[in-house]
């Protein structure tokens, strides 16, 4: 029945006069990765929101981010769910060179840092309380900060793992722990682990293995999204203690990414890509995420997050657990439209690329020119707004909704919003690399094993 039912709305909307635009390809495979931010890929197929654009969408999941960038490069896949370092990575030659746009955030905020429940232990005593007797949180690097020396002393490496060398988790770990003064590692050109002077060792671990891997030790804590860090929790065996909204309030998160040749050589489709894409980002969080549960249990099934509705409603319905029990309010942990949440801001692009070169994946210092000219190569706000006008040309959309008058910068964020204090404008690259206490700046280069310059 249900195969019927999207063979009538297919054949309705292929028939509709919004679509006298010639679609260039209507038969697409998009990939993605199994977690919660996937939800606009979802919610896009299942509401019809595809089929009213006249395509015709498979959506597939995949191993890890790596074949998953591979699967769009070689064309086996159309376009996917991305982590936002990939298609900059790839377009500026870290790892495999190939020229990845995205025209399409995806959302905001969405991940976690779990330690393992030994850990939590340890770091507890470091930690203030609030008037309840519960951690008060943000909770800060430094409680950690004892417990990596504790383990040197004994003679153990602390490893944490992370999802991919380019991922917004890698960089938000990193963060958190540079912010509470310990150095999480950094890359060279002929050492690309990550781990070069580290208080901490960072490796790679694919989201849905991360509660086995640290359930087994192997690693100790973690930084990925949901629905992993509440599964540690529904496990018992780790504590989330700190969420990316507290690290960096409403900080950019995935993207929709496709190659260049494919935005060149399909416009018309592409455009209709992002109309569906918004319009499911807009479903996600009307009526103050009123969407919410529907798109839990759509999240649910095996063929798209497959964990249980009860672990992904934890964080996607406004709340987020952090130890067992300690069950708080946090309704702006997943974004999916409000706060321009889909407009593909060159700022967002800015901030990643500082933090490969913070941390030696840039070896060379760039000029302030570097960054806005690899932003605006790779984020495209222009076919987003094309895309946006349309949605409100056919009354789908509200005027309102949509920054149209940016330039692709935000305004700075302020100190008050991240939890260094220290505030971040994407206008002025060098300037925010000059302000971080750890990691490279200036003309600084990583040789060997030291920072020289």
């Not at 890929?41 to 509401?47: F, P, R, T």
């Not at 976690?112 to 939590?120: E, K, P, Q, R, Y």
């Not at 901490?200 to 804590?221: F, R």
Request: proline residues 7%; glycine residues 8%; aromatic residues 10%.
């Amino acid at each position: 029945m249900k195969n019927l039912l999207l063979a009538l709305t297919a054949t309705t909307a292929l028939s509709s006069p919004l679509l006298a635009q010639d679609l260039e390809k209507d038969e697409l495979t998009f990939g993605f990765i199994k977690l919660t931010d996937m939800a606009p890929l979802a919610v896009a197929y299942e509401q019809g929101y595809f089929l009213d654009e006249g395509l015709f969408v498979t959506l597939e999941a995949q191993a890890n981010w790596k074949v998953l960038l591979d699967g769009v490069i070689g064309g086996q896949l159309d376009g996917a769910h991305m982590l936002a370092g990939q298609p900059l990575a790839a377009t500026i030659g870290y790892g495999t060179e190939a020229h990845i746009i995205t025209p399409f955030s995806m959302d905001l905020n969405g991940n976690g840092i779990t330690v393992s429940n030994a850990v939590w232990e340890e770091m507890k005593p470091n930690i203030p309380t609030n008037e309840d007797g519960l951690p008060q949180h943000p909770i800060s690097a430094e409680a950690l900060a004892p417990v990596v020396e504790k383990y040197r002393s004994e003679g153990k490496p602390f490893n944490m793992g992370m999802v991919f060398p380019v991922s917004t988790h890698n960089y938000e770990l990193r963060y958190w722990l540079a912010a509470g003064g310990l150095e999480p590692g950094y890359y060279s050109p002929e050492n690309v682990t990550g781990q070069i002077g580290a208080d901490v060792l960072l490796s790679v671990t694919p989201p849905p293995q991360m509660p086995a891997t640290l359930e087994a030790g192997t690693i100790y804590g973690y930084c990925v999204g949901e629905p992993w860090n509440q599964a540690a929790v529904f496990k018992g065996i780790g504590v989330p203690v700190i969420t990316d909204y507290e690290l960096w309030k409403n900080n950019p998160e995935k993207v929709f990414g496709i190659t260049a040749d494919f935005a060149e050589e399909n416009p018309n489709t592409t455009k209709a890509v992002v109309k569906a894409l918004i319009r499911a980002a807009m479903w996600l969080d009307e009526n103050d995420n009123a969407n919410r549960m529907e798109a839990v249990e759509m999240l649910s099934q095996p063929e798209y997050v497959g964990a249980d509705a009860e672990v992904i409603a934890n964080s996607m319905t406004g709340t987020f657990e952090y130890e067992k029990g300690d069950k708080r309010e946090v309704p702006d942990f997943n974004v999916f439209f409000r706060y321009n949440a889909t407009y593909p801001f060159y700022s967002d692009a800015v901030w990643y690329l500082t933090q490969m070169r913070r941390w030696g994946q840039i070896a060379e210092a760039k000029p302030d020119s570097w960054y806005d000219e690899v932003a605006k190569s790779v984020y495209k706000p222009e076919i987003y707004l094309e895309a946006a006008r349309a949605l409100v040309d056919e009354g789908l959309a509200n005027e309102a909704d949509f920054p149209w008058d940016s330039d692709g910068y935000k305004d700075a964020t302020p100190a008050a919003d991240i939890i260094d204090g220290i505030p971040y404008d994407g206008r002025t690259p060098n300037g925010y690399l000059e302000s971080l206490p750890i990691g490279l700046k200036g003309e600084q280069k990583v040789v060997g094993n030291e920072i020289q310059g």
